[in-house]
């Protein structure tokens, strides 16, 4: 309020006073743009154009003072970094600074001056220069990496450290620009370097610095940036086999100890980035496989710290990714020996001096490292030159170490209860493939009793949590289920191998029973099972398939208790097949125990049969999808060798009532359709000449072969299962069949010629190939070549005939049965027109009086002459039947029969009615009441 009613002499006063007490600033300095980071004056590119011809021309070329200044005047101006529009001219500059190094050390300086400049952003004065000069600044990259040819370790050191600053952080370096002037940006970067040949440049370049330690950790150091997140460098440097030739310098004398890491470094992200194969190819050679050994060995034997250790077990990563190629070096270079040496000499005690006084320590990179042997065992398993090597430094007694219970109570350096279960199941996975391979070393450390007891630990009753922590752990936690898993694979990889040793130990150590008893305790909880419950028990019933295979003995042990279980996987709801969890495993395994475990012996036969097993497999045949078909018919044709068999074949009954021929039947149109066997719409011959051949045989055609090959027609016999459905229509017969329809035997006519084809088939496939190969068989032989083709296409065209005969009955009895419905037909309407004149009859009696009178007098002539003798009624004493006068043409009698009231009028259906009730409701009698009859 005091200042808005202020007087205008006030105010006056007021900034009069004001102007008085403002003091007067003193101008001591004048600060330029330039120190603040602003620059009015960009550089000009005819600076440049000077240097350039100050440089080149031959008047002022050995004017190397002059040079010097004007180079270093040059990198004082761009000191913020080189404008896109003047990189053709710099890298001019550099090109000749690095051709005139050799002769004249003084350009060594203004180089790396100029170098260090192209660490920041290049400069663009406008938003269109980095897609305008992309391809100029390309190629200046390239010719950066080819500066590499400057032999001065302290430019090619600049050159290196600015590659790495301009790719990874040249923003962060950047000095302020100029004003008009963005620098680019971190992505533009690294397009244009990835776009560049730079990467393949220094690779190359490794071959000139075999003794420049220092430049060499530079360049590695370039690399492994370039590599570690582009995709695009790491196929440039595998362009220049940068796998081999920095794997080849692992081993380099190195004081500060970087070389080595350097190199992992590279090889790791050229594995992670780049093309796998292409690593491999280049690591698979004596030289690298040599520099691997000794680095890992250096490590394992020399390293002691936390860095040593990592740097080792990424060294047998690298050894693991080479032992997955074929035709690897391991064992030419001795490295295959020393990893089996490192794999056991924990367990096994040795004296070879590398592990004299080498201990592995519980920490985790130790732990990693024995997971690591295990793996690499196991790769270099597939080389049968291995396995001696593996034999002679007891790979599996070392193994056999962790297979035992574990205990809760260990030695202070021993393994972790969680690190011990890991290496146990890793083991056990790990025997799975070198154990087969090694069948004296399994039964001298008496593997089947180690088994069997870790077998026997596992569905005991002691307390037990596993922790399930790795890959092979799974579902294993609070449980000993990873165990019984890996124990069961590691057994059924042993009896896989058809050892006769083998199965015969097992069952004298009470396998058998084991198995069986465990079986019979998961059936109890089928519904509970999830997919490593499953795959346990495929496991046992595949071994006690494999145990029971062509032994009586072992069948009779196999007994009711093995019949009963199988009957029960059998009765698995078919809708479980998928589930997902592996039932049609289970069912394939079930399937096979059968065949292999029950058929053969008369007692488990009759057992199985008694329990409806064949029933069971009809079911299963009907419902599982066409790849298990083929191995339940198999089961089922062996099992037809017992005479029994064929009765509950013909009783059993499907879906719709359908019977076994006619499921069989379908199964063979199903298999022939899907080869594309050329048939008619009713299931006929269509080719007369060849009337077994699919697509496939007819279009692969007849091709001369060795004897000892067999040809198409032959191997058609395995690749299907028609000649399994002809043998049991050979058990079954061909006649009289239940559940036949006129279709299924026009199907069965060929079914009983099958064999018949098949060997006309062959002979036409051997003429074929003696008119390829041009050879004409002797007379008698050629006669008998003709008489069995003709009479095998004789036999095809009685078989299409008789198909055509049962084809014209079928049609005929349905004429006939066509017949026969039209005249139950017509008889229905006769019947209900005989209805109708029946009623207009008594319609018609009812209404006329005269009519009703001539039906009365008909029916009486028709009573009078439907009598045979009429004389009794001319005797005295005749009494008339009939009642007299009486105008109605129904008989009467002393009953009546009358229709029941209608329910639309009563409104509800009226109670029976009880005369006897009803008497005893309407009579009562005392009890003194005598009734005399």
């Known amino acids: 309020m005091a200042a808005a009613t202020a007087t205008p002499q006030t105010q006056g006063m007021n900034r009069a006073t004001s102007i008085l007490k403002t003091p007067i600033p003193i101008v001591s300095h004048i600060i330029p743009d330039e120190a603040v980071g602003i620059q009015k004056v960009v550089p000009r590119s005819s600076d440049l154009g000077r240097v350039v011809k100050l440089l080149t021309d031959p008047y002022s070329e050995n004017l190397i003072e002059r040079h010097i200044h004007a180079l270093s005047k040059l990198a004082h101006k761009y000191q913020r970094g080189f404008l896109m529009r003047d990189l053709v001219l710099v890298f001019k500059v550099l090109n000749v600074c690095a051709d005139r190094i050799p002769i004249e050390p003084s350009y060594v300086e203004p180089m790396c001056q100029l170098l260090q400049i192209c660490s920041f952003p290049f400069l663009k004065e406008k938003t269109s220069d980095e897609t305008a000069y992309a391809q100029i600044v390309v190629e200046s990259i390239s010719q950066m990496g080819y500066l590499m040819r400057v032999p001065n370790n302290k430019v090619r050191v600049q050159l290196c450290q600015s590659l ?56 590695l150091k370039v690399l492994q940036r370039f590599s570690v997140n582009s995709d695009s460098n790491c196929d440039q440097m595998l362009h220049a086999e940068a796998a081999y030739r920095i794997c080849s310098r692992l081993n380099d004398p190195d004081p500060s100890g970087q070389l080595m890491f350097r190199c992992t470094e590279c090889l790791w992200n050229l594995v992670e980035r780049g093309d796998n194969q292409e690593v491999k190819r280049q690591l698979n050679n004596l030289t690298c496989l040599s520099s691997l050994r000794d680095a890992f060995c250096q490590q394992l034997t020399k390293g002691y710290s936390h860095y040593d250790r990592q740097l080792r077990n990424d060294l047998l990563v690298l050894a693991t990714l080479v032992a997955q190629s074929k035709d690897t070096h391991f064992i030419e270079t001795g490295f295959a020996k020393e990893l089996v040496l490192f ?34 065992m196991v790769l270099l398993s597939s080389d049968s030159a291995f396995t001696p090597i593996m034999s002679e430094g007891r790979l599996l007694l070392a193994l056999f170490h962790y297979i035992k219970g574990n205990e809760s109570q260990l030695g202070p350096r021993d393994w972790s209860p969680a690190q011990f279960e890991e290496l146990q199941l890793q083991a056990m996975a790990t025997m799975c493939t070198v154990a087969p391979l090694m069948i004296e070393d399994y039964m001298t450390c008496q593997g089947n009793t180690r088994l069997l007891l870790l077998l026997e630990w596992c569905v005991g009753t002691e307390d037990f949590g596993g922790h399930g922590n790795s890959f092979h752990g799974t579902g294993g936690r609070g449980n000993k289920r990873a165990q019984m898993r890996h124990c069961l694979r590691l057994l059924r990889s042993m009896v896989s191998v058809g050892e006769e040793m083998i199965h015969q130990d097992l069952c004298d150590q009470g396998a058998m029973n084991l198995l069986l008893n465990i079986l019979s305790t998961a059936c109890q909880h089928m519904d509970e099972d999830d997919t490593i419950d499953v795959e346990m028990q495929c496991d046992m019933l595949f071994i006690v398939s494999a145990l029971c295979e062509g032994e009586m003995h072992r069948k009779e042990l196999f007994g ?166 002809y043998a049991l229509f050979c058990k079954i017969g061909f006649n009289d069949l239940p559940g036949m329809s006129t279709e299924d035997y026009v199907t069965l006519a060929v079914i009983e010629r099958y064999l018949d084809f098949k060997v006309g088939e062959v002979w036409k496939e051997i003429k074929s190939e003696l008119d390829q190969e041009a050879i004409r068989p002797t007379t008698a032989d050629h006669n008998a070549i003709e008489t069995i083709t003709r009479a095998a296409d004789e036999r095809a065209k009685a078989v299409a005939q008789t198909q055509m005969d049962l084809l014209d009955n079928q049609q005929q009895q349905d004429l006939m049965d066509e017949q026969e419905m039209y005249a139950k037909v017509r008889d229905n309407h006769r019947q209900r027109e005989k209805a109708i004149a029946n009623w207009d009859e008594f319609v018609a009696r009812t209404s006329n009086y005269h009519i009703l009178k001539e039906a009365k007098r008909k029916q009486e002539m028709s009573i009078e002459a439907s009598r045979i003798q009429t004389r009794h009624q001319k005797e005295e004493k005749f009494h008339h039947t009939e009642v007299q006068n009486l105008n109605t043409t129904t008989f009467c009698g ?21 005369i006897h009730r009803d008497m005893q409701k309407a009579v009562t009698l005392s009890d003194s009441t005598t009734i005399i009859s």
């Open 164 to 219: 790495v600053s301009f790719y990874c952080d040249a923003e962060k370096h950047a000095k302020p620009t100029l004003e008009g002037l963005k620098p680019s940006t971190k992505e533009y970067n690294i397009k244009v370097v990835e776009k560049s040949d730079v990467a393949e440049t220094l690779v190359k370049s490794l071959a000139l610095l075999e003794s420049d330690l220092e430049v060499k950790l530079n360049v």
């Open 894 to 914: 002393r009953s009546v029969k009358v229709n029941s009231t209608p329910v639309e009028l009563t409104g509800a259906r009226l109670k029976p009615f009880n």
């Open 560 to 725: 009711s208790q093995g019949v009963n279980i199988v009957v029960q996987y059998l009765q698995t709801d078919p809708e479980k097949l998928n589930s997902g969890l592996g039932h049609n495993r289970l069912l394939l395994a079930t399937v096979d125990c059968a065949w292999c475990a029950i058929i053969g012996s008369f007692q488990t036969e009759d057992l199985f049969l008694e329990k409806e097993g064949v029933f069971l497999l009809f079911d299963l045949l009907e419902v599982c999808p066409k790849n298990m078909q083929n191995v339940v018919l198999g089961c089922i044709l062996d099992l037809c060798e017992n005479p029994k068999t064929m009765v509950h074949i013909n009783t059993w009954r499907g879906k719709n009532d359908r019977s076994a021929p006619n499921l069989l039947i379908e199964i063979w149109r199903t298999e022939e359709s899907e080869m594309g066997v050329r048939r008619g719409p009713d299931s006929t011959i269509l080719d007369i000449v060849q009337p077994l051949a699919g697509t496939l045989q007819e279009q692969q055609g007849v091709i001369p072969l060795p004897a000892h090959c067999p040809s198409q027609a032959i191997v058609d016999v395995s690749e299907n299962m028609r000649a399994k459905l």
């Open 343 to 376: 794999t056991t000499f924990s367990e096994v005690k040795s004296h070879n001096p590398l592990v004299r006084n080498l201990k592995l320590e519980t920490n985790h990179e130790d732990f990693e490292l024995k997971k690591l042997l295990m793996n690499i």
